[in-house]
């Protein structure tokens, strides 16, 4: 069940499979066909959002409270698991600042905004948390 996508590129997409919490990558072909390159579990549950910074991809689990995190090469025909990264109760989208530092993921059981630093190893280091003014149970953020 695809939930979420990113792009890759011109011809391919990123994209959460939230029935068997995994991500996956595709190529897209000029006859608009598309071809699965790789697949990879996150072991999470609800995996449905995701978000990419250069070539790194983290893909919300909603149902575990995680981001699960993962490096693309090949050009996304393979993926590596990073691990996983605690974040507070109902972790849905993220979004990553423009200089690909920082990732931000809301979390909508209390409407916390939870905030990276992004490493150069693709692991995210916690700096913090805000409670957002009606956020619980939203979904939908964006990052400058």
Partial sequence: MPFAFVPNGRHGLFLTEAGTNAVATFTVHPDGTAS???????????T????????????????????????T??????LTALGNTPTDPGTVDAAVSADGHYLYA?????????EFAVNDDGSLTALGARTVPGGKGGEGIVAF
Avoid: K, M, P
């Fill in 106 to 114: 809301q979390t909508g059981v209390n409407g916390i905004l939870d």
């Fill in 48 to 71: 449905c959002w995701i978000v990419a910074v250069h070539d790194l991809l983290y893909a919300s689990n909603a149902g575990s409270s995680t981001l699960s995190g993962f490096r």
């Fill in 73 to 78: 090469s090949d050009h996304g025909r393979r």
């Fill in 36 to 46: 699965q390159e790789a697949f990879a579990a996150t072991g999470q549950s609800a």
